[in-house]
């Protein structure tokens, strides 16, 4: 049985190859979102190479195996699935559930996965809008355009939030955005940084920066 730890670095190589758009992850990139040294990095890519879950070539970067990118979706699938369910049945906020997903990942057998995702009526995605792998693996990512690229005058709908940090979420919930908010785009300043959109009747102003860390599409659509 894998460990924690290469769980953890499987799900992070994986996740990083989505945001990328990359399959290859660079040991830099990696040792920042693990918080550990670059040689640290170095040794668990040789562990994860001889377990024949990466392929890793020093200055050039590591990219899953089949066997490895099947367990990053096995973690991700059991903790979006987590996620969903503390926040469905404990009502646990969007900022609260990602931590303790984290926790109980690890611990929980794929059977109880999948009575989870039985019980919740095989949901699509979590509470952040991920969307949740299906037993046999597969995922699908749709197409979404940031909100800093919205057009103005159009409508959107918020459908998924990169940066699930619990200060990022907290901060989306005191501005009145959560997942499927809709709103309009007022205006878009790319020159000063500022996008406004207009939330429930009422003008609210986001940097750029949170913009683009907001997936949305039409207003309405599937």
Do not use: C
């Not at 499987?10 to 190859?17: A, C, D, E, H, S």
């Not at 660079?26 to 918080?35: D, I, Q, R």
């Not at 903790?79 to 690890?106: G, K, P, Y």
């Not at 919205?150 to 940090?165: H, N, Y």
């Amino acid at each position: 049985m894998p460990s924690l730890t290469i769980e953890n670095y499987v799900k992070t190589i994986y996740r990083l190859g989505v945001r990328q758009q990359n399959p290859t992850a660079s040991t830099g990139k990696l040792a920042e979102l693990m918080g550990v040294s670059p040689g640290t990095v170095t040794s668990m890519l040789k562990t994860l190479k001889e377990a024949g879950l990466a392929e890793y070539k020093p200055y050039e970067g590591v990219r899953l195996t089949e066997s490895g990118r099947s367990l990053a979706l096995r973690v991700l699938r059991r903790h979006r699935l987590i996620e969903l369910f503390l926040a469905r049945t404990l009502e646990m906020s969007w900022d609260e559930v990602h931590e303790e997903a984290e926790n109980m990942e690890h611990a929980v057998s794929d059977l109880l996965v999948d009575r989870i995702d039985e019980y919740l009526g095989f949901p699509a995605v979590d509470p952040h809008g991920d969307p949740i792998p299906k037993p046999d693996g597969s995922v699908s990512y749709p197409d979404r355009t940031t909100l800093a690229q919205w057009p103005v005058g159009e409508s959107f709908r918020l459908t998924r939030v990169l940066d699930q940090s619990s200060e990022f979420l907290r901060y989306l919930s005191e501005t009145g955005l959560s997942l499927q908010t809709t709103g309009k785009v007022l205006s878009n300043h790319a020159t000063s940084g500022i996008i406004r959109v207009l939330l429930e009747g009422r003008e609210t102003p986001l940097s750029m920066e949170v913009a683009e860390k907001l997936l949305v599409d039409s207003h309405g659509s599937d």
